[in-house]
């Protein structure tokens, strides 16, 4: 299975972005999606995932409240909506797939996507 994430761009603090993750294939239920991210100098870290079938989802402390994960079945993407962005929320984002629920450790996860850029500015 191949990822492809994209829509990472350049926004002010307190603005939104939302990024998608194209899964190459259907997306079945033993599918667990996840997004981490990368800032410089900082190890990759869990921001949320979402169940194969959509009904749960999961999110790091940092994020919760301002983003959010969805999926579309239909087209095989699922969603990173990011609200409230904050300057510290800048970094490479990732989209990854693991068979079985979703985990918080990128080891977990064994496909992964290129990452896209958000930059944040104060």
């Known amino acids: 299975v191949q990822l492809q994430a994209s829509g990472g761009g350049l926004v002010q603090a307190g603005g939104s972005l939302r990024l998608s993750c194209a899964v190459s294939?259907?997306?079945?239920?033993?599918?667990?999606l996840g997004w981490f991210r990368q800032a410089p100098g900082k190890e990759r870290e869990f921001v949320g995932g979402?169940?194969?079938?959509?009904?749960?989802?999961y999110y790091a402390d940092s994020v919760k409240g301002r983003f959010t994960i969805s999926r579309d079945s239909a087209k095989n993407l699922v969603y990173l909506q990011m609200n409230s962005l904050k300057p510290e929320d800048t970094a490479l984002y990732y989209c990854?797939?693991?068979?079985?629920?979703?985990?918080?450790?990128?080891?977990?996860?064994?496909?992964w996507g290129q990452g896209t850029l958000v930059t944040v500015s104060s």
């Open positions: 979402i169940s194969g079938s959509g009904s749960r989802t």
């Open positions: 990854a797939r693991r068979y079985g629920s979703a985990s918080d450790h990128a080891s977990d996860y064994n496909y």
């Open positions: 294939r259907r997306i079945f239920s033993s599918d667990a």
